[in-house]
């Protein structure tokens, strides 16, 4: 690790153990990785800071109830910018750490979450705890945190695409940005990339057909082009192993159980008709 990155991991906030606990929530926000990748070619560091400027205000406006603690971390250049607004913000409990190089923000909220859950002379933090972040190096600290805690959260981006890995670690995932159903459209969407029935070149489109409220079921209606099942085959997989997985992750998710019409093929008749 560069000498750079561990002076920037000094930069984490010390808390004794009862300021730790008297807060309703903590928030580790991997902020460039909410926002996705830069496009700008001019003005690069100021457009992209009011990006992030943008993004960190609109997470704020959600889950700011002025108790909570959060740990932001992004790119040095970007938070020591004249242009970023998230600078001393201490008294707040809003805490912009700079990183380094690549996976820097990763590792120092890494390094966060060591020292405010994991530390061995802590008592287990009782409040709501949010990762923003679709990076899989958080899936170890996932596991640890769902051990003790039900009131973990993870927080994507719909700029960017969720991995199996994260997919299949985190008990509760919320789309930023994004209400129902515009999120379960993009939950799906990101799980047929994954897969690669989506490869963004054959017009995958996503419609909900009916949702029954009152028995919490939905119907979704699939279309691509697709002459020969390459794609179809693809989103079901053997056995229809996705389509099992895809299930599990809208009924946690969403509290839903799922059909699924794929060009006009009932993906449930269809895995009956295989079953038999």
Known sequence: MAQLQRDFLALIPNFTKENIQSFNSIHFIDAENMIGKP????NFVKRYVRELNSFISQYLDIYNDENSLFIISAGRNFIASSFYQYKGLEKKNIYSIPSYGKDGADLVLVEALI???????LIKFPGKIYIASSDKKFVKPINEIQSFSKNFFLIITAKGNTGKYMLNTANFIKVFGLNFPDNLIYFINNFAMITGANDE?????IAIKDLDEINQKVAISITCEDEDEKFYNRFIDEEFR?????????????????SIDFNDKDISLDRLESSG
């Open 242 to 258: 996705n389509i099992s997985l895809l299930e599990s992750y809208i009924l946690r998710n969403f509290g839903l159980s799922i």
């Open 115 to 121: 020292k405010y859950l994991f530390s061995t002379d």
């Open 201 to 205: 070149k054959n017009f995958f489109t």
């Open 39 to 42: 496009t700008f070619k001019t």
